[in-house]
């Protein structure tokens, strides 16, 4: 080999050995190959082994997650190359439910892999890394959240039923349609109302788990503020308690209200379900006045904890049951 070959064979090796900068618009976040082409990247350095490709078509740089991030904040980045890659495609099911941070227990819901949808007149998506669904769809069930084309979140609702029990798709739902408060959200509105669910589902009859969308739908209610609010209402009501009403505005005494998670303005019993922040000093001392609060305004506060709700809620329940009893109550 004269030298002028050999001279070109090393200069090549050292160019994949330290490659190319990439543009500054891929260098941070992952991409497809073909965007990367369009921006003038060589598909030598597409190849290069510091860019690993997760699925067909799809390139990680190094620096995408360099600096530590939440994972809801990183899914985006991960998930838009998949549905860019795959025509006619959005993220859905399970991957829908992480990317609107919904509430709930999904079974499965850890797994890494993409879920992806597409028309059921096209083909089923299949490639490494992805789950891959087909379905039909109407216009306003695709959406765009953090340049992710993905399922809406009444579409996602319905998708999920089929893996997830009635008291979980129930949490979803009471999270969809509570009316937020906007000087802690930024937002006026409900993500959607139970009409707009009911709608849903009178679209997509047959569909695997819309039995359970429907029970679940009928127990929704407006007015529970997390998961474990519909939780504890869900097991107070199958375990024959009276329903109660949530996060209602309650007069204890002139110039003081308050706003119980659960309440039964009848027997003068509210029901609160403390949760992790409760344990920091300044809450302990904000709860011990609540308490107060209803104490002196002749209501009895019965305080549910996350130990409570173990064994399908049986202690949050056998405490409510006995104050509403001492404060007559009578089991129909």
């Known amino acids: 080999m004269d030298n002028s070959k050999w001279r070109s064979r090393i200069c090549n090796d050292n160019a ?18 073909q ?19 997760p699925s067909r078509g799809i390139r990680i740089p190094d620096q995408a997650f360099a600096q530590e991030q939440p994972k809801d904040a990183s899914l985006p980045l991960v998930v838009r190359p998949f549905t860019a890659v795959t ?13 609107w941070s919904f509430p709930g227990f999904l079974p499965g819901g850890d797994d890494p892999r993409i879920h992806i949808s597409r028309p059921d007149t096209m083909a089923i998506p299949r490639r490494t890394g992805v789950v891959g669904h087909v379905g039909q769809f109407f216009d306003d069930e695709i959406t765009s959240l953090d340049g992710v084309l993905v399922t809406t979140r009444t579409r996602t609702w319905l998708d999920v039923s089929r893996k ?28 959607a109302t139970l ?10 009859k047959g569909t695997p788990g819309i039995r359970k969308a429907r029970l679940a739908l009928e127990q929704a209610r407006i007015g529970s503020d997390s998961a474990p609010e519909t939780r504890l209402r869900l097991a107070l009501e199958n375990a024959g308690l009276p329903e109660p009403q949530l996060n209602v505005a309650t007069e204890l005494s002139a110039g003081v209200a308050r706003q119980p998670d659960l309440a039964y303005p009848e027997h003068r019993v509210a029901v609160e379900y403390d949760g992790e922040p409760h344990s920091e000093p300044d809450q302990i001392v904000r709860d011990i006045a609540r308490e107060e609060d209803f104490s002196r305004a002749g209501w009895h506060l019965v305080r549910i904890s996350k130990r409570h709700m173990e064994k399908e809620a049986r202690s949050a329940v056998a405490k409510v049951r006995a104050v509403l009893l001492g404060r007559g109550w009578i089991p129909k």
């Open 16 to 33: 994949m050995r330290t490659p190319q900068p990439l543009p500054a618009l891929l260098a941070c976040t992952p991409f497809t190959f």
């Open 195 to 204: 009409e707009q669910l009911a709608d849903m589902l009178d679209r997509h």
């Open 87 to 99: 025509e006619f495609s959005a993220a859905s099911h399970a991957t829908a439910f992480s990317l």
């Open 35 to 53: 965007e990367a082409v369009d921006a003038g990247v060589s598909r030598r350095r597409l190849r290069h082994r510091s860019l690993p490709s």
């Open 164 to 191: 997830m029990s009635v008291v979980e798709l129930t949490v979803v739902a009471d999270h969809l349609v509570r009316i937020p408060r906007p000087e802690f959200e930024g937002r006026t509105e409900p993500y």
